[in-house]
T-cell receptor, first 115, second 117 residues
Framework: DAGVIQSPRHEVTEMGQEVTLRCKPI?????LFWYRQTMMRGLELLIY????????DSGMPEDRFSAKMPNASFSTLKIQPSEPRDSAVYFC?????????????FGPGTRLTVT | AQKITQTQPGMFVQEKEAVTLDCTYD???????LFWYKQPSSGEMIFLIY??????QNATEGRYSLNFQKARKSANLVISASQLGDSAMYFC??????????????FGKGTKLSVKP
């Protein structure tokens, strides 16, 4: 089975540009999580969805960030306008239903650089 | 207060020896879960092992075991017979279940393990 798929793997953009990160969760998983990893702040949860519905977006830094999940197999994280401090690795993770452990399966990440 | 504390920013271990990576946690919930993830230099996050708060036995997965001491609120990862491929960042994480689980994970800052040949 394919794991969590993220695209692009690397993104370099200029300040002020719109950036869209994409994620395809593992088929059958009903939870989807977006994380951001930086050296300073470590791994932070930005937002998560259950059955395509956003449940908790309290980790989203500010209004420049938005996330959608139009169907069970696709999610986007958009930054508009981007700023240099948004440079980080962004991970998407998914989780199967009805599992006691609630372990999350991570995608390979998107390394974003904003110049 | 930090929910997950990993006090060792970096660790060295000789190949074939065992190593313990420390993790302490802070929660007032009775039901929770503890996880360890590995992040090699390639960047992906790899799930290693899980311990539930009600599990009486320490979790084991191959060369990984979790030394769970509930009263001390510690969940140390033990890697036996270290291999060069074990060199990576290791993250401890906790899932809290306040009245109904959502499966959120809170991660520690990580420990960088280097295995010496």
């Amino acid at each position: 089975d394919a794991g969590v798929i993220q695209s692009p793997r690397h993104e370099v953009t200029e300040m002020g540009q719109e950036v869209t990160l994409r994620c395809k969760p593992i088929s059958g998983h009903d939870y989807l999580f977006w994380y951001r990893q930086t050296m300073m702040r470590g791994l932070e949860l930005l937002i998560y969805f259950n059955n395509n519905v956003p449940i908790d977006d309290s980790g989203m830094p500010e209004d420049r960030f938005s996330a959608k999940m139009p169907n069970a197999s696709f999610s986007t994280l958009k930054i508009q306008p981007s700023e240099p401090r948004d440079s980080a690795v962004y991970f998407c993770a998914s989780r199967p239903p009805d599992r006691d452990s609630y372990e999350q399966y991570f995608g390979p990440g998107t390394r974003l650089t904003v110049t | 207060a930090q929910k997950i504390t990993q006090t060792q920013p970096g660790m060295f271990v000789q190949e074939k020896e065992a190593v313990t990576l420390d993790c302490t946690y802070d929660t007032s919930d009775q039901s929770y879960g503890l996880f360890w993830y590995k992040q090699p230099s390639s960047g992906e996050m790899i799930f290693l092992i899980y311990q539930g708060s009600y599990d009486e036995q320490n979790a084991t997965e191959g060369r990984y075991s979790l030394n769970f001491q509930k009263a001390r609120k510690s969940a140390n990862l033990v890697i036996s017979a270290s291999q060069l491929g074990d060199s990576a960042m290791y993250f401890c994480a906790m899932r809290e279940d306040p009245g109904g689980s959502q499966g959120n994970l809170i991660f520690g800052k990580g420990t960088k393990l280097s295995v010496k040949p």
